[in-house]
Structures are given as C-alpha cells and as structure tokens.
C-alpha cells in the first residue's frame, strides 16, 4: 500500500504538527506561495495527476479547478466536504484523526491556486471528536504562520475555518451543504447556477471532497505524473478504501487504483468466520450491489466497477457473506433513504417512503408478488426527477437488489419468511 494521505500514520502522534513538519509537511505550500508558482501550471498539474472527485461523483479535480472564474473582482471561497453521512462510509474521519494538516496543506495550495481568501471545512456533525482534532489542528497551523494573513511574507492570506453540521444526510450534496454553511436549512440548489460562479454567499466556490484536498500536497511535491502512474487510465493514484461487513479485517485501506477486488479482500483477511462471500456493495448503498460473482473479477477503479455493472462511489466496501437475507438489508437501507429525504422534491420524498413501506410491507409476510414490479416502477420514477441525487441514490438498491436476488424476494412473499435465516 502507498501512503499518500497517511503519510504520517506510522509515525508517533500522527496528527500534530510537529510531526507533519518532520516528513516535509507545509514545505510544498511554502514553495509555491514564496516561488510564485503559476495557478495554470497547479491546474495543468492536478489534471496530470487523474485525480477525480473521491466524494463519490468522481469528477476531473483539475477541470472543476478550471472553472473557477480567475479574475473575479471580490472575495471567492473554497469548501471542504467531511460530511460522511452515508452508511460504510469513514475513511475522511481518518484523514481529520490521523493527518489534519495534509489536508490543511492541499485547501491553501487550492486556495493559492484558485485566489480564494477563505476557506470552511463542512464536518459531519456525528464525529465530535475529529471536529476538535481538526481545530485543534488549525489553531496550530495559524500559530506557526501557515494560515492567516501575509503568509510566508507574501501578499497571500488564506483562512480556514471548521463548520460543524449536524448529521443530515443530505448535506453531503455540495449545493445542500452551501445553503448550511449560510445558516440555512441544509437543501440542494437548482444547478445552474454552479458552485464556481454562484456559491458561498453568492460568490465563486470551489468544492472538493477531504480525500481530493489531501492528495493534492503529494501530487505537488512529486508531480501529476507520480500520482497518476500509481493508477490505471482514468482513475490515478491511490484511493482509500472503507471496507465492512462480514471480512475479518475491516478499517480504511489505501491501495492503488486498478487493485483487483480480490486482492483488497486478501488484505481485509477474506471473509469472516470460514463463509463464502455472498454480495458487495462497492461504493456505499448509493451504488448498485454486485454479487460475488461479479465482484470478484473486478477491478477497484471508475471502469473496472462500471464494466461489472455498479461505481467506485465514496470508496464504501460493504462486504456481505453467505448468512445474510437481502430483503431484510433492502429495507434497512431504504429506511436510510426515507428518513434523510429532505423533503423538497416530491418525487423524493414520497417516493422514498413509498420503497421503504413496500420492502417492509414484504418482511412483514403481507407482501404481493406485484410488489416486486412496483418496486422498480417507482424507483424508475424517482431517478432523474429530483434535484440533487439522493432520488437516484434510493432507488438505485431497490432497483439493483430485485435484479440479482430476485428469487429471495419471491421466497419471502410466497412464505412470509427468508429464504436465508429461516425468520
């Protein structure tokens, strides 16, 4: 494994800065502060590098770089999504424990290259305790002249604050969690506008997610081309891997992009307590379940995950063995949906309900054999008809579930009780 965001992991109190100094840390913001290093050769840089977006939409970093409006005449800000708030979903929390100041480092060389003045880091509001990390963090880098006003005895300042959101799903959608940071209630905006031309406040605003930001000081330091060659086309570098589930080893693995899942499951010590591996949900419960089968000659990258038939996502491995119903794990992630729905679509927000009380409706032994074709009906009705993409995200397991174990669905109709427990 490469250690491009955990660089200082192995080492003793991982998160100060004394020891983010001792590995080179804040010297490649220096230099490109002090040297005057041009924003298009960072731009040309970060493109270079195949970095996409590891929020889970995996859009090019560098060309969302290039949107930003470069002689804007005001004030332009750049935003820091840490709100993890999908189920399997905790690799960022790591980044915020264990190297808080890579990732302050890669928001001032983003700032430097986007000329923007101030920065916000939106944390999920359910890890308390990586919030004050992150700000005990920042207090340290203005103390020792890496944040503030004139850095590096430049005309250059940059500041950076911690929000702290308050667990709400759909905060995590970069417009929803704008509209927060501005003392609203937490709802996606119509696009366009974009965030680069209309964000925080009104201005220009660049969004990336914590992962992206904190690969940026290494693409810098070594160059685009490094980052990339530890990928495969079209998805460079590394990525972290949050895996759970059913596999003897589960946490956060940062491997090469292109890594063949069976590889990252060796690493995980394979599936737990001696059973097969039944099921893999790759990139969080917003990414369609794949079965064994499927995933098992796949590769971990953006078109290794769509040729098998499902998407990289966040990088959220839910790995699920031979012992579990996936009707009963339908309907736990379609209460998730319906209960993080904002509210402000009404194919959403009906809708998402509607597939979490006909899912229940199936566990609870009164379920039709029509329900299976509803079910899809619904979810077809939802995608592509919201704002934002939490519509697309519920049905997208309602839809890929019924696809690949359909005969469980109709077992439990047919006997009011799963095919895999007996219950």
Same mark, same amino acid.
């Given at each position: 494994m490469n250690e491009v965001c955990f660089r200082t992991l192995h080492l003793p109190n991982p998160g100060s800065l004394a020891t983010y100094r001792s590995i080179g840390g804040y010297d490649t913001l220096k230099r490109i502060v002090t040297q005057k290093i041009p924003a298009a050769e960072i731009i040309n840089q970060v493109k270079t590098s195949g970095l996409r977006g590891r929020g889970g939409a995996g859009f090019p970093t560098g060309l969302k770089w290039s949107f930003m409006p470069r002689y804007f005449d005001g004030v332009k800000y750049l935003v820091c999504n840490s709100d993890e708030g999908e189920p399997g979903t905790f690799k960022d929390r790591d980044i915020l424990r264990y190297n808080p100041h890579q990732l302050i480092e890669g928001m001032a060389i983003a700032a430097w290259t986007l000329g923007a003045r101030v920065g916000y880091n939106y944390i999920h509001g359910e890890i308390w305790e990586d919030y004050i990390t992150f700000e005990r963090a920042l207090d340290e880098a203005r103390a020792a002249g890496f944040l503030g006003e004139n850095l590096f005895g430049t005309q250059f300042s940059f500041d950076l604050y911690a929000h702290h959101g308050y667990g709400a799903y759909i905060c995590g959608e970069e417009t929803a969690l704008i509209e927060s940071i501005e003392g609203k209630k937490g709802q996606p905006r119509f696009k366009p506008p974009f965030p680069a031309s209309y964000g925080v406040f009104g201005k220009p605003t660049n969004v990336n997610n914590t992962e992206s930001y904190a690969s940026i000081p290494y693409i810098m330091q070594h160059g685009g081309q490094a980052f990339m060659d530890?990928? !495969? @086309? %079209?998805? &460079?570098?590394? #990525?972290?891997? @949050? !895996?759970? &589930?059913? !596999?003897? #080893?589960?946490? %956060?693995?940062e491997v090469n992009m292109g890594m063949p899942f069976s590889e990252l499951l060796a690493l995980c010590g394979g599936i737990w307590k001696g059973r097969k591996l039944k099921a893999v949900i790759p990139g969080g419960p917003s990414t369609a379940v794949m079965p064994a089968e499927a995933i098992m000659g796949a590769t971990m990258d953006y078109d290794g995950l769509a040729k098998a038939g499902s998407s990289l996502g966040a990088g959220s491995v839910i790995v699920m063995d031979d012992s579990t119903c996936m009707v009963n794990t339908l309907k736990r992630l379609s209460y998730f949906f319906y209960e993080e729905s904002c509210g402000q679509c009404t194919p959403c927000r009906e809708g998402t309900g509607w597939l979490y009380r006909m899912v229940k409706r199936i566990v609870d032994g009164k379920g039709k054999m029509e329900d299976l074709n509803l079910l899809s009906d619904v979810s077809n009705n939802i995608s592509g008809r919201t704002i934002c993409a939490l519509g697309d995200a519920a049905a997208t397991p309602v839809l890929s579930f019924i696809k690949h174990f359909r005969p469980e669905f109709e077992y439990y109709i047919q006997h009011g009780k799963s095919m895999v427990t007996g219950q």
């Open positions: 530890m990928g !495969v @086309a %079209n998805s &460079g570098g590394t #990525k972290l891997f @949050a !895996v759970s &589930g059913h !596999v003897e #080893k589960p946490g %956060n693995y």
